[in-house]
């Protein structure tokens, strides 16, 4: 059975839903059978590799409230977090563009560490303030995976990967995303955001028994 999540790195919840999910994974009967694929989405494919903004104050902007009530929506998202064992420090975290840390999960996807890759990146984003756009950050991340450094590099040098990462995109576009997390099984089922565990043990449950 095969499973697409398409997420993004800068999205909060698909950080939570990622560990939703595989919490959900555990439960279920048939999670050695199971096949996960990582696609790329992009919830803001316009935003800067160096934004002079923090988070509150992007989110002030787009949702047009108070820097205070952004920081108050940040708390409550670091507290979804932290009672599914995460840590945010939202008030750190660098709001720039994924496209580049995209690519990385697709050059570790070729070394079968995508779901790895996720994981170093969600952390470097929203527990360590690194900015995931940053080429010598990327480059350390990835190395600590135990990725080649040239071949970061070289990656992050060149057009690769780019067309994967908006076709990934598209896709979903196509089978109706709302937003992400988005998850389909086998194409017949879609859960839709951060869906406590027993949700996905039971949407894998139902897909495995047609």
Known sequence: MRVEIWSDIGCPFCYIGKQNFEAGVK????????????????LDPTAEKEPEGSMAELLAKKYDKSVKEAEIMNSQVADAAKAVGLEFNMDKVVPSNSMDAHRLVKLAEAEGKES??????YKAYFTDGINVADTESLVRIGTDMGLDADKIREMLASDQYKEHVITDQNEANQLGAQGVPFFVIDRKYGVSGAQPPQAFKEALTKASEE
């Open 27 to 42: 439960e279920f009967a048939g999670k050695d059978d199971l096949e996960v694929v990582y696609k790329s989405f992009r």
């Open 116 to 121: 790895e890759a996720m994981n170093h990146l």
